[in-house]
C-alpha cells in the first residue's frame, strides 16, 4: 500500500494549521503566501509530489519497517546500507549536487537518533520510550507527517540582552511534572521550514549533567500547539540568500534562514516525551543526530 500525502494533500493539511507568527514583529498571516516562507512550503510540496513520480519513487520513498507500506524516505528509519546510500542522493538532488542536507534531512536525523537512544535509555533504566516512540514513528508513517527536527539552542550573544536574569531559562527545560505529562518551557532556533511542517520534535544540544538534568529533555509534537510562538527577525527572512536545486526544469529552493520557536508553558503529554531527565545520554542523543548528516 502506499501511504504517502499527494502534493495537494499535503498543501492543504498545512494550510489548517494554526501558526503564531511574528515576523519583524508583526503578527504573520496567509503563510504560504509569505514571501520569505514561500520557498520552502513549495520545495516541501515537490517532496510529495516526485513520490509519484516514476522517475524518482525509487529514492524518494521505502517500505515502512513498522507498517509495511511505502512512505515518504524523509520518514524512513535506516535498514541497511543502501538507505544510507540513498539518503545522500535525496540531499544532493534538492542542494543541486551539493552535499549539504536538504531542511527536511533534519528531522530524519532526529528520528533516526531516537530509534537508537530510547532503545538504550529503556536498556539502562528499564523505561518504555522505545515502545512510545514506535507508536510516534507509525502515527508519522500511516499520517505521512513532515517534522521539524529542532536542536540548535539560542545563542545569547546573538539574540539575548546583555543583561538578562535567569538567561539560562531560554534552553529547552522542564517546567514542571505532571501525572499526564510536563510543561515545558525555553526556546530552539529553527528552520523557516518549521512553518511548513505538522509537528516539532525536540531533541537536547548537548550535554548534561545531574544538576542540569531539566535540559535533558526530547519529545515530539504538533507544530501549531498553543503555547508555541515562531519569531522571525530581519537577517532570518533574507531571501538573498535562496540556494537549491534544479529538478525537471523545477528550480526547488532551500534558505538558510533561521526563527526562534518559543515555548511558553507548552503541555507534552507522556506519550510523546521520549527523553526526560537521563542526563547521560543527552550527549550521545545530539551527537547521533550530528552524526546523520554525515550521510
Not at 93 to 104: A, I
Not at 119 to 128: A, F, K, P, S, V
Not at 164 to 178: A, G
Not at 234 to 241: A, H, I, N, Y
Amino acid at each position: 500500500m502506499h501511504a504517502v500525502k499527494t502534493k495537494e494533500q499535503y498543501e492543504e493539511s498545512i494550510g489548517s494549521l494554526n501558526f503564531l507568527v511574528y515576523m519583524w514583529g508583526k503578527r504573520g498571516k496567509y503563510l504560504a503566501d509569505n514571501p520569505v516562507v514561500r520557498p520552502s512550503f513549495t520545495t516541501l510540496s515537490r517532496t510529495y509530489e516526485m513520490a509519484y513520480n516514476p522517475d524518482y519513487v525509487d529514492i524518494m520513498t521505502a517500505r515502512s519497517h513498522i507498517t509495511g507500506e511505502t512512505i515518504n524516505r524523509f520518514n524512513h528509519i535506516y535498514q541497511e546500507i543502501d538507505d544510507l546510500i540513498k539518503k545522500d542522493r535525496l540531499n544532493k538532488l534538492f542542494n543541486g549536487g551539493k552535499g549539504s542536507s536538504f531542511h527536511r534531512v533534519f528531522s530524519t536525523n532526529a528520528l533516526n537518533a531516537l530509534s537508537v537512544i530510547t532503545r538504550e535509555i529503556d536498556d539502562t533504566y528499564g523505561t518504555d520510550y522505545h515502545i512510545r516512540f514506535q507508536r510516534y514513528l507509525k502515527y508519522v508513517h500511516n499520517n505521512d507527517l513532515t517534522c521539524n527536527g529542532a536542536m540548535a539552542d539560542l545563542q545569547e550573544e546573538d539574540y539575548l540582552p546583555a543583561e538578562r536574569p535567569n538567561s539560562d531559562n531560554h534552553l529547552m527545560h522542564i517546567v514542571e511534572k505532571r501525572e499526564e505529562g510536563i510543561i515545558v518551557g525555553g526556546t530552539k532556533v529553527s528552520e523557516i521550514d518549521a512553518l511548513n511542517s505538522h509537528e516539532i520534535i525536540v531533541v537536547p544540544t548537548s550535554s548534561y549533567d545531574k544538576n542540569k538534568k531539566r535540559y535533558a529533555l526530547s519529545f515530539a509534537i504538533p507544530s501549531d500547539t498553543k503555547g508555541i510562538t515562531y519569531v522571525m527577525g530581519d537577517e532570518s527572512g533574507d531571501t538573498r540568500k535562496l540556494g537549491g536545486g534544479m529538478i525537471d526544469g523545477v528550480k526547488l529552493l532551500t534558505q538558510d534562514s533561521k526563527m526562534l520557536c518559543l515555548f511558553d508553558n507548552v503541555f507534552v503529554p507522556w506519550e510523546r516525551v521520549f527523553m526526560c531527565e537521563e542526563y547521560d545520554f543527552s550527549e550521545q542523543m545530539a551527537e547521533m543526530f550530528k552524526y546523520s548528516f554525515c550521510f
